[in-house]
């Protein structure tokens, strides 16, 4: 009997549950429009297994023409992969250039103007709103083919991320120690260098880098359209059947997003952990 309190209380229901018939009604009413927005978006999307299962011998054919990788030409990937780091490295830092001060302009509890936030906010969602493949595209109309479009696309678009993203992180931040400084004279520029940042610094450090990671998945599609990296080389082995070759470049982009990813996790948990203490 013991062991079933502990096991009851150790796994309790933390949520509110309905209460009186009422509550229960509007409960099902819920799941009834829930399953039918379900229904309507799957039959939007033309949801179709039967479709997916028929298209499986063609996927398997594919992936038989992959099989074994050519491995010849990773010498050849060595500049592609290095190109594509330095895209994601700019891009990320283009990006955080800008969304530094936009956050403070963005942030309610820092910015008294209603006109300014909301414009600085409907801003963000613009940029952001845009997806970093049409960026690349129009950049790439603009200053050529090659890796600097990329750069561009992935800055102007984590602008719009960062900005937000830092944003909401000042918001959420302790407001006793700005009213400590505003209580004391101290001037909007300390209140921000003083009250905010140590607030906030470890927070955005966690999301810059977590930005990198996602600049870098970025990067090598933006290739696809002609911002260099090794998205330019898969498409190439693509278009010419070269599937073995193809096999490699997307093995040669996975370890790049797993090193990076585990490098960032790492990062990010140590600064987090030095920000508790």
Request: aromatic content about 8%; hydrophobic content about 50%.
């Amino acid at each position: 009997m013991t062991n079933m309190k502990t096991a009851s209380t150790r796994y309790a229901w933390t949520g509110p549950l309905p209460e009186g018939r009422r509550g229960w009604f509007n409960l099902l009413i819920g799941l009834c429009i829930v399953a039918w927005a379900l229904q309507w978006s799957a039959a939007g999307a033309q949801l179709s297994w039967t479709e997916l299962a028929a298209g499986l011998p063609q996927i398997l054919d594919f992936l038989g023409r992959t099989l074994p990788p050519d491995l010849n030409i990773l010498s050849r990937l060595v500049a592609p992969a290095l190109e594509t780091v330095q895209i994601a490295v700019w891009g990320t830092l283009l990006a955080v250039l800008p969304a530094i001060p936009l956050s403070f302009l963005a942030a309610r509890n820092l910015q008294s103007n209603r006109w300014i936030y909301q414009s600085t906010r409907q801003a963000l969602n613009v940029v952001r709103s845009i997806n970093e493949l049409i960026l690349a595209l129009v950049f790439v109309s603009a200053v050529g083919l090659g890796p600097f479009p990329g750069v561009l696309a992935l800055a102007l678009h984590g602008a719009g991320m960062l900005g937000k993203f830092f944003a909401d992180a000042i918001e959420e931040i302790d407001q006793g120690p700005l009213e400590a400084l505003r209580a004391t004279g101290a001037r909007p520029l300390q209140v921000i260098v003083f009250g905010v940042l140590p607030q906030v610094v470890t927070a955005w450090i966690a999301v810059v880098l977590y930005r990198f990671e996602v600049n870098l998945r970025s990067a090598t599609v933006l290739g696809m359209v002609g911002a260099g990296g090794l998205g330019f080389e898969l498409v190439s082995s693509l278009k010419l059947f070269r599937y073995p070759e193809t096999a490699t470049c997307i093995i040669v982009i996975t370890v790049m997003v797993i090193v990076a990813d585990t490098l960032s996790s790492q990062l990010r948990h140590r600064i987090q952990r030095s920000g508790r203490h």
